[in-house]
């Protein structure tokens, strides 16, 4: 089980990073994936608990420029 942060700007290719070479073994966490949701943070954190506690591999896909961000 591991937990793989992705760090980029947007268009530079963390999704397709992701379906190339995680998509098999990890499970795919990313803020775009969540529509209109009202507290995005708060669910994505929510997914990772979730499926970490599950024993599960994650990629966490968003754009994370910040240190703050990414704890």
Request: hydrophobic content about 35%.
């Amino acid at each position: 089980m591991e937990l793989i942060v992705f760090i980029g700007l947007q268009g530079s290719g963390k999704s397709t990073f992701y379906h190339t070479y995680f998509a098999a073994t990890h499970d795919h966490i990313s803020k775009d994936l969540l529509g209109n949701n009202k507290n995005p943070n708060r669910r994505q954190l929510q997914l990772i608990e979730s499926a970490l506690q599950a024993k599960h591999s994650v990629v966490v896909d968003n754009t994370n420029p910040t240190f703050e961000v990414r704890k």
